[in-house]
């Protein structure tokens, strides 16, 4: 449905690195399989967003977020071939490490 660029301090921290990447797909699109550990937190937005993550490697895989609670996000990283999938906005760019440049395609350019 869309991929979002975060940059806020807790995706940075999640992730080891200035921004992390979600895709975001319909609930009804998306089925998990095997065990996860979960990991709830509030969000910049104050809503809580649970984090789905490999018990055995500790890599996020997706999560739920409150504040849309009809998606999932998945990490971009657990694609096996994520070379198509590019970013359509970015959100929290206050938080924006100054020596990351982004082009981002319009959603509608698809």
């Known amino acids: 449905m869309k991929v979002s660029i975060c940059h806020c301090r807790e995706c940075q921290r999640r992730t080891g ?3 992390g990447v979600a895709v975001f797909y319909g ?3 998306v089925t998990a399989a095997g065990n996860h550990k979960a990991f709830l937190r509030r969000g910049e937005s104050g809503k809580e967003l649970e984090f789905r993550f490999c018990p055995c ?3 996020t895989v997706y999560w739920l ?3 849309r609670p009809n998606l999932v996000a998945i990490a971009l990283g657990c694609f096996e ?3 198509g999938i590019e970013p359509t906005q970015s959100v929290y760019e206050a938080m924006q490490f100054p020596w990351v440049s982004l082009c981002l395609r319009s959603e509608g350019s698809h």
């Open 57 to 59: 490697c500790g890599s």
């Open 65 to 67: 977020p409150e504040f």
């Open 81 to 83: 071939d994520p070379s």
């Open 27 to 29: 609930a009804g699109q």
């Open 17 to 19: 690195s200035a921004f």
